[in-house]
């Protein structure tokens, strides 16, 4: 889903879910997060990245 850009990621490790999404993903998925050990410097910055592309659409 992240690759398909329906999903992102805040730097809190949150999901962030386009409005193409279905709501019941969304409820499965909500309290969903990464685990904070992996969000380098370096993922955040793409995250952010990923986020502008992603929310855009």
């Given amino acids: ?3 398909l850009e329906y999903i ?3 730097d809190d490790g949150t ?3 386009t ?3 279905e709501d019941d993903v ?3 998925w909500k309290d ?3 685990d904070l050990r992996v ?3 370096e993922r955040l910055k793409y995250l952010v990245y ?3 592309m992603v929310l855009k659409k």
């Fill in 39 to 41: 969000l380098t410097e």
């Fill in 15 to 17: 999901i962030i879910f």
């Fill in 26 to 28: 969304i409820s499965f």
């Fill in 19 to 21: 409005e193409r999404v």
């Fill in 8 to 10: 992102s990621f805040n």
């Fill in 50 to 52: 990923h986020r502008e």
């Fill in 32 to 34: 969903y997060r990464l």
């Fill in 1 to 3: 889903m992240f690759d």
